[in-house]
C-alpha cells in the first residue's frame, strides 16, 4: 500500500505540470516519457496522440517508431551438437529451466523423445521462410530478420494506476527499449505450445504435448526474432551475465549489449512507467518487481520496474498501469 501511494503521487506530480502546460510549450518537458531518450538512429517518429486505453478511457499518449532489428544480435540454434550457441527456455522433463544450446541441451531433448539431432549430428532448424516445417522431427526455431520493418508503440504520457494488476502473458507486450525494440512476457512453450499463438510447441504450436516439439531459440542477451522478422527481447539484456551464472550458465555470455555496472534506464513498460536495469538489485521490490526511488533521469523519484538478475525470464511478471488499446504494431 505505501508504494501505491508513491505512486500516485509521482502520477499527480507529473500529471499536474503537464496540464499546466500551453500550446506554445515543449510537448514532452513534463513527461516520463521524452524524445531524447531514445536512439536517434532507429528513432523513426515521436508524436503525441489521443488514443484508448485498455479500461475504455481515453488518454494522451505518444506513438513512436522505429526501424526493426536497432541492435546486434544472435547466434540462436546450435548447427551441431558440436556447437555451442544461443539459449532456450526448456520445460521438458529433463533438467527443464534456462538451457545453453549445446550437446548436454540436445542430448537431453533426445532423451525426452523429440528427433532433434540428424543421423550427422546436425540440428533440425527451421526459419519460417524455406519452404513448409517437417512435422516428422523436432526444431529449433530460428526466424530470418526483416530489417524493412517499421514498428510502432502507443505509450500513455501520464500513466494511469490500473484497478489491479495485469498479470503478463506468455509472449504479451511488457514495453520497449531505448533502441525501439520490444520486451515481451516468456517466450511460448517448448512443450505445449503457445498461448497466443506465437511459434513453438508441439504439433506446430497448436497445443497439447506432442512427440515433436518446435522450440523457440534466444541468443545469448536474451532476445530473437518474430517469425515476421523484427527482433524482440525475452530478457533485460543488461543484466542478462548474471542471469546466466545465476542459471548455471558459464559457457557463454551476452557480449552484445553492455551489461551494467550502476542503474541504467532501459526501456519503457506498456503503461508508461521506466524499466531500469540495476547492477545491485534493489531489496524493496514490490510483486510487480517495482519501486519508487530517484534516479538520474528523474530526480524527483519515479515508480519504475526493475530487472530481475536472477530469474528466468527476468522482466517484470506484472504492470501496475493500463496501458493504450493496440500498444503495439508492425508494418
Not at 558440436?82 to 542430448?107: C, E, H
Amino acid at each position: 500500500m505505501k508504494n501505491l501511494i508513491y505512486i500516485a503521487a509521482v502520477i499527480g506530480l507529473f500529471g499536474l505540470a503537464a496540464c499546466n502546460k500551453t500550446d506554445e510549450d515543449s510537448p514532452t518537458e513534463d513527461y516520463l516519457i521524452k524524445e531524447s531518450l531514445f536512439n536517434a538512429n532507429s528513432l523513426l517518429s515521436f508524436e503525441r496522440i489521443t488514443a484508448t486505453l485498455e479500461d475504455g478511457t481515453t488518454a494522451e499518449c505518444f506513438q513512436l517508431s522505429f526501424s526493426s532489428n536497432p541492435v546486434a544480435n544472435g547466434p540462436f540454434c546450435a548447427e551441431t551438437v558440436n556447437d555451442i550457441a544461443g539459449l532456450s527456455v526448456y520445460d521438458g522433463a529433463t533438467n527443464p529451466g534456462l538451457r545453453l544450446w549445446a550437446a548436454d541441451f540436445l542430448n537431453d531433448m533426445e532423451a525426452d523423445g523429440y528427433d532433434i539431432v540428424d543421423s550427422n549430428g546436425n540440428v533440425n532448424i527451421y526459419d519460417f521462410v524455406s519452404g513448409a516445417i517437417n512435422m516428422n522431427q523436432s526444431n529449433c526455431l530460428d526466424a530470418a530478420p526483416n530489417d524493412d520493418l517499421e514498428l510502432t508503440f502507443i505509450i500513455p504520457a501520464n500513466p494511469k494506476l490500473a484497478a489491479s494488476n495485469n498479470d503478463i502473458e506468455e509472449v504479451e507486450l511488457i514495453g520497449l527499449s531505448l533502441d525501439g525494440v520490444p520486451i515481451n512476457g516468456d517466450p511460448p512453450s517448448a512443450i505445449n505450445g503457445p498461448a497466443m499463438n506465437g511459434p513453438g510447441g508441439g504439433a506446430g504450436g497448436t497445443g497439447g504435448t506432442a512427440t515433436e516439439i518446435n522450440i523457440p531459440s534466444l541468443d545469448p542477451c536474451g532476445g530473437h526474432h518474430d517469425p515476421a522478422g523484427y527482433y524482440h527481447w525475452h530478457f533485460v539484456p543488461q543484466v542478462m551475465n548474471q542471469v546466466l551464472v545465476a542459471n548455471g550458465i558459464t559457457a557463454t555470455s551476452c557480449t552484445k549489449i553492455t551489461q551494467t555496472t550502476t542503474t541504467q534506464l532501459v526501456g519503457f513498460a506498456k503503461d508508461g512507467f521506466p524499466i531500469y536495469a540495476y547492477a545491485t538489485p534493489p531489496t524493496d521490490l514490490d510483486d510487480c518487481g517495482g519501486r519508487t526511488a530517484i534516479t538520474n533521469e528523474y530526480p524527483d523519484g519515479v515508480y519504475h520496474y526493475v530487472a530481475s538478475t536472477t530469474s528466468a525470464p527476468n522482466v517484470p511478471q506484472c504492470l501496475k498501469g493500463v496501458a493504450a488499446q493496440n500498444a503495439f504494431q508492425y508494418n
